[in-house]
């Protein structure tokens, strides 16, 4: 998910040129590393307890993401593993309303920033 968030290593680089550049990225447990300067808003959010995919990897490339301008929000979820989906009651229940908020906010200022 997050690499389809990058304009230059999004959908066309897997066979769809057609589809544009996703507006925001939400995603949870991921090992993945990568960060330029035309990724996309990305939300995450986290387990500290995984014993899969390390939360500090994506809190160290969100942080990575800010510091391109690129705007971010990371919920590091203490007590959670890998795999607490909806949250529903976990410290992490509401992480979807969350989401889409962010998700809403980014849609709209890439809206106006075009």
């Not at 014993?51 to 800010?66: C, F, K, N, V």
Request: a negative charge; hydrophobic letters at 35%; glycine letters at 12%.
């Amino acid at each position: 998910m997050a690499a389809l968030g990058n304009k230059e290593h999004g959908p066309s680089n897997y066979g769809r040129p057609d589809i544009p550049q996703a507006a925001a990225a939400i995603m949870q447990y991921t090992g993945y590393t990568d960060a330029s300067a035309s990724d996309a808003a990305t939300y995450a959010c986290v387990g500290m307890s995984d014993g899969i995919a390390d939360y500090r990897t994506m809190e160290s490339r969100l942080s990575q993401l800010q510091a391109f301008g690129i705007p971010t929000e990371f919920h590091a979820n203490e007590g959670l593993g890998h795999g607490f989906g909806l949250g529903t009651g976990t410290v992490a229940e509401g992480w979807m309303e969350d989401a889409i908020s962010f998700w809403e906010h980014a849609c709209h200022n890439r809206l106006y920033a075009e």
